[in-house]
């Protein structure tokens, strides 16, 4: 896969990557009308620790299925927010085999659309997992999407899981990414 070669972590600014990836998503897409897409993202927004075009391939991915299961009528939300691993109770699962020191960034695609069931939404992210099955698709894709999002995550020190209240309650997809230290920081240590 595309892993292996050229890989390169480096300061990355997500908003840039988004820009980009929304751009592209607007010119090529097989869904037209596309549902409207809003951007909350914090002013202040660390730079991430990632490889550039696996970050564009994870975006690119999560907001198409976004797109594909969502009617046009619908909105897909891009927020962002920097976890604190001594207070986010809540993702606190998220931290368990990272370091305890390295502050994390949350990015959250979430959408209005067809939603996932429940029990399913682990299953999503093994490879080839279709809900219809590949016969029975109206629209495209080779089930493979969400697992390279993972392999993809993973390798850069982050997680990335679904939430979703059900059939037709819309979907989120999370992720984490290392936050980039600032070179003054790198200095001193
Ligand atoms: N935003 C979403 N809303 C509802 N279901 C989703 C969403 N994203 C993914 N899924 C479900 O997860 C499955 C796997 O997604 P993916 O790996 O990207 O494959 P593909 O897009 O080729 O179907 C999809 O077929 C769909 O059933
Ligand atoms: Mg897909």
């Known amino acids: 896969m595309l892993l292996v070669e050229r890989w390169q972590v480096e300061s990355i600014c997500l908003k840039t990557s988004l820009d980009l990836v929304l751009s592209s998503l607007q010119q090529r897409s097989s869904v037209q009308p596309l549902p409207q897409i809003v951007l909350k993202l914090p002013f202040d927004l660390p730079l991430v620790q990632a490889d550039g075009e696996g970050l564009m391939e994870v975006l690119t991915k999560l907001l198409d299925n976004a797109c594909k299961f969502t009617n046009p009528d619908g909105t897909v939300t891009i927020r962002a927010q920097v976890l604190n691993p001594e207070t986010e109770l809540v993702t606190w699962a998220t931290f368990q085999n990272q370091p305890k020191h390295k502050k994390m960034l949350e990015v959250i695609i979430a959408d209005t659309g067809r939603g996932i069931e429940p029990s399913l939404l682990e ?52 992720f984490t990414l290392p936050i980039a230290v600032p070179i003054e920081d790198k200095q001193k240590s």
Not at 136 to 149: D, E, K, Q
């Open 123 to 174: 299953t999503i992210f093994e490879r080839f997992y279709q809900e219809e099955g590949f016969l029975r698709r109206t629209i495209g894709g080779t089930g493979l999407g969400l697992a390279i999002c993972r392999q993809i995550i993973q390798r850069l020190g982050g997680k990335i899981w679904a939430v979703s209240a059900g059939k037709n309650q819309g979907s989120e997809f999370h």
